[in-house]
């Protein structure tokens, strides 16, 4: 048992590449459909945009890049759903240079399914720089911190933003962040000082340092990661990429359980195994190759 | 199926699967990615500075509609440039002064009000108002929250020696670290399988008939590369006059 143990605990790593590979790929083939319980972070998201009644400024800030799409992209699908349901006026933007063509993407493509109009029923301001002074600018004005929307159109001339002349008209603020700028951004610089009630979606790493920040009421509410996504896409009714990866998030969650029951189990039983490194002919790199996927704003919280 | 579509669709697989091939080991299909990927950032990072930024916030303000007191911060933006020129770089000292000082004068209130004073109260408020009802699972959470706070804090307060009373708090307050940094690696492995997920998922779609089966055409081709590149590497590490064995 010692020397199994052992063995075991000398496996080459890319065994556990491919099982986890097989466990994602599996369930996203032949997806079983497993049940999902809405978290009440999640449902307070859902029960803020269906009090706002028709015609209220919604702003969904789409502060994210490419690199987090797979977590992201679903909360935006479902709350742009949600809120073109509600006949919300809906003003997009991004603070992330990056994110730009992605969030205009979104923004547009599923406008379009519900048949909206860009500039009478929703508005895409694009990005602009500075950060957080971005929000502290728009809560003096709109206008001066997006002259033009992402189009080239004046921001003063689009009937969408008729009577928004700053933050204080907007009833509620989500925002979909991957890093800083982001919710924190949003909260301090915004929300304290402009009164509008502020709502959160954020990639699961991010997302553990943002619950005190539920627990004082600071957010409203708080969508973390694709579950989160997909338990917003139970709530609105919708078919979408986080209902769809959950099976797979479960089955790869089972298995990296599994492996370090296994792994501290095979310890105890073979002390002093030396565990082979990955790749001992490989040059040497600073960082993994997880660690470069995260954006730098991912970083530096 | 417009044929950018197939393009990109073809173009997206063969990078998600190049970045794959890194679990395999370093290979030139990888950072043939990871190079394209930082270049192709950039550009866009400045192509979109360029229109949003230089034309949207700067250029037609000031042409168009005459906001001339914008030139100002352009100024200021200008001098950071001068770091690159020794004989003035002092210069660029006047445009981190401004930028330091308003960054702290407008960062630190905030953070003082929304990151302490805020959860200070958040933290007391409801073991306050639980005098007024029954202890229930709330008033627990609230005082699990404040046990927490005060033994981190504890733990991190190195002015007095860790003994006695102040040992066995410091001691409680590793056990909250623990569960926090437990709680945050799982999040963690989440968030990371859900990028696993995100790229598996668009691997599907791109490997149906729609696509060409862009997805299967190029996983055989990433592994044949794979294998010719490790083959030539095995060959270049023969020592001469050694015939390799495969």
């Known amino acids: ?4 143990a052992g063995k075991l605990l000398r496996l080459d790593r890319r065994a556990i590449f491919v099982l986890i590979a097989l466990a994602t790929l599996i369930p996203l083939l032949y997806p079983i459909g497993l049940p999902i319980r809405v978290s009440p972070e999640v449902k307070r998201v859902y029960d803020h945009i269906e009090s706002l009644p ?5 702003l969904l800030s789409l502060d994210f890049d490419p690199a987090s799409k797979p977590e992201l992209y679903p909360m935006a699908v479902a709350l742009l759903n949600h809120a073109f349901r509600r006949d919300l006026k809906v003003v997009t933007m991004t603070l992330w240079v990056t994110g730009t063509g992605m969030a205009e993407g979104v923004v547009s493509g599923v406008a379009s399914e519900h048949g909206k109009r860009r500039g009478l029923d929703y508005a895409f301001l694009g990005y602009s720089p500075g950060g957080a002074n971005v929000i502290i600018n728009m809560g003096q004005d709109l206008n001066a911190a997006f002259p033009a ?8 001339d689009l009937p969408v933003l008729g009577g928004v002349r700053s933050l204080r008209q907007v009833n509620y603020v989500v925002s979909l962040a991957a890093g800083t700028p982001g919710v924190e951004s949003w909260y301090l610089y915004g929300k304290e000082k402009y009164g509008f009630e502020l709502g959160g979606g954020v990639t699961a790493v991010i997302a553990p340092g943002l619950y005190p920040f539920l627990g004082t009421g600071q957010i409203n509410g708080l969508i973390g990661g694709l579950r989160g996504a997909a338990e917003y896409e139970t709530l609105i009714g919708m078919k979408g990429k986080g209902m769809a990866g959950m099976d797979a998030q479960s089955a790869t969650h089972f298995i990296i359980i599994g492996l370090i029951l296994l792994c501290n189990l095979f310890y ?31 970083g530096q919280r | 199926m417009a044929t950018s579509v197939l393009i990109g669709a073809w173009v997206a697989a063969g990078l998600t699967l190049f970045m794959f091939s890194f679990l395999y080991k370093d290979n030139p299909f990888f950072r043939f990615g990871e190079h394209l990927y930082v270049g192709v950032s950039m550009g866009y990072t400045i192509v979109r500075i360029h229109y949003d930024v230089m034309m949207k916030s700067l250029y037609n303000p000031v042409v168009q509609e005459g906001k001339w007191w914008l030139l100002v911060p352009a100024l200021l933006g200008l001098l950071v440039l001068t770091r690159f020129v020794p004989k003035v770089s002092w210069l660029s000292r ?10 702290s004068g407008v960062a630190i209130p905030r ?8 959860q200070v109260q958040g933290t007391l408020k ?24 005060l033994t981190v804090l504890v733990y991190f307060f190195f002015s007095i020696e860790h003994k006695g009373a102040i040992k066995i708090a410091a001691r409680t307050g590793v056990y909250f670290l623990m569960v926090y940094f437990g709680a945050a690696f799982g999040y963690t492995v ?19 008939r729609d696509y060409a089966y862009a997805s299967l055409v190029l996983l055989i081709l990433v592994t044949l590369g794979l294998l010719l590149w490790e083959r030539g590497q095995r060959r270049t590490q023969t020592p001469p006059g050694q015939v390799h064995s495969s």
């Open chain 1, 1 to 4: 048992m010692r020397e199994l």
């Open chain 1, 54 to 58: 028709a015609g209220s400024v919604f």
């Open chain 1, 149 to 156: 929307d992402h189009y080239g159109e004046r921001t003063a």
């Open chain 1, 268 to 298: 105890v039983l073979a002390p002093g195994t030396v565990v082979r490194s990955f790749d001992p002919s490989a040059p040497l790199r600073t960082g993994s190759a997880q660690d470069r996927t995260g954006s730098p704003q991912e």
């Open chain 2, 94 to 103: 006047i445009s981190f002064a401004v930028i330091v000082g308003f960054g």
């Open chain 2, 111 to 118: 953070i003082i009000s929304s990151n302490i004073l805020q």
């Open chain 2, 126 to 149: 409801p073991l306050l108002n639980a005098g007024s009802s029954r202890f229930g699972m709330a008033e627990l959470n609230a005082l699990l929250i404040l046990t927490g706070v």
């Open chain 2, 190 to 208: 989440m968030a990371r399988m859900s990028l696993v997920i995100g790229r598996f998922d668009d691997l599907i779609l791109f490997a149906s």
